[in-house]
Structure formats: C-alpha cells, structure tokens
T-cell receptor, first 115, second 117 residues
C-alpha cells in the first residue's frame, strides 16, 4: 500500500521569509503524480502545486516550488516570501494513474505565518 | 468552468438517526467522484469512490454507504448514525486519469461538518 509521510506536524515562518515543508512517500509504481493541497481555516481544500513523476524538472507556481527527488521518494514544498494568507494546513498527496486515480494523503503540516 | 456543490455545510444529528449528504458537479461529464472524511487536525481518509453511474467502491468497512444515481451526483448515507461518524466530510471530483493524460487534481467541495450527539 502506498503511504505518504509528513514528518512536521507544525511549522512556523516569519512573514516574507522562506519555509520548506517535507513529504516522503512509499511506492513501487513508476508512473504517478504528486500534489500539495492547502486547507485554510475555512477548510476549503485548494490545489497548490502538482508534479508528474516522469518529469525531472521541479514544478513552480509563483512563490511555491517543489524539490522532487524521485530516487529518495521525497517531495518537499518551498514557500518563498511567505504571506499571512499562506497560513493553513498543507497536505501532500500521491496518486497513481490506475485504480480509479485514488489519492493518498499525508497527515498534514500546520503552517503559522508570523507578522 | 467546473464547480462542485456540497450540502449541507453543517449538520447535527442524534445517534441512530439517518444521514444524507449530497454532492453535485457541474461543467464536466463522467467525473470520478470521491467521499473523504477528515478527523480533527488529521489527513483525509478515502471512504468511497465512483468511476461511473451506479459504480461504488468502498475503501473501509463502516456504517456508511454511497450512491451515484446520476453522472454528476454523489450521495453519502447512513441508516443509523454512530457517535464515531462525527467528522468533516469532503466530496471531490477529478477527471479519470486512466482515460486522459491530463494531470487532473482533486477538486473539493466546501465540506460538511457532521456532529453526532
């Protein structure tokens, strides 16, 4: 079974600084996708960034970027120039392209942004 | 554009009462549909998923059931609620990744906070 581990239950960052959230996963598949979702206090789950496993280039979306290390099965999220609105719970998720595309989620990291 | 509606937003029900949560998707056809439950401060646990009308797969044995009577409608039900059914329930849809090369993420509804008393 696939598992996703987020080893940091809580993280904090000063406004305008950079923070990295960790995620590791376990799989025997070679073709899969990885995602980071954000859940603010409103509890609406929002996609932050996605990465295809076959792509070597790390995905980037504005201030959000990932460090994808396929051999190490690591998928960390870097948030640059942190803003107060970035405060949320962040979930790492894994999905393969078979089996109805079910996604497996980590337990999340709560990010606090200090002004 | 695609939208997903989930209701109600909040529900308080006594133990032993029935449950019906509904989710509908607009702007797409033949989506994969999912019901997740989130315990407080935790990740998401997949409860049910559906790849088509009438096709339901259950991930964990429990007191709940799901149905998909129409292509873009997904319903979570229970005949008799238990205290342990309390939680935050999220409906989500995605394009079928086995039929499309598009890397479709999950698109979530706003969730239902269920409290069983």
């Amino acid at each position: 079974a696939q598992t996703v581990t987020q080893s940091q239950p809580e993280m904090s960052v000063q406004e305008a600084e950079t923070v990295t959230l960790s995620c590791t996963y376990d799989t025997s598949e070679s073709d899969y996708y990885l995602f980071w979702y954000k859940q603010p206090p409103s509890r609406q789950m929002i996609l932050v960034i996605r990465q295809e496993a076959y792509k070597q280039q790390n995905a980037t979306e504005n201030r959000f970027s990932v460090n994808f290390q396929k051999a190490a099965k690591s998928f960390s999220l870097k948030i640059s120039d942190s803003q107060l609105g970035d405060a949320a719970m962040y979930f790492c998720a894994y999905r393969i392209n078979t089996n109805a595309g079910k996604s497996t989620f980590g337990d999340g990291t709560t990010l606090t942004v200090k002004p | 554009s695609q939208t997903i509606h989930q209701w109600p937003a909040t529900l308080v029900q006594p133990v032993g009462s029935p449950l019906s949560l509904e989710c509908t998707v607009e702007g797409t056809s033949n989506p994969n549909l999912y019901w997740y439950r989130q315990a407080a401060g935790r990740g998401l646990q997949l409860l049910f998923y559906s790849v088509g009308i009438g096709q339901i797969s259950s991930e964990v044995p429990q007191n709940l059931s799901a149905s998909r009577p129409q292509d873009r409608q997904f319903i979570l039900s229970s005949k008799k609620l238990l205290l342990s059914d309390s939680g935050f329930y999220l409906c989500a849809w995605s394009r079928d990744p086995t039929k499309s090369s598009y890397n479709s993420p999950l698109h979530f509804g706003n969730g239902t906070r269920l409290t069983v008393t």
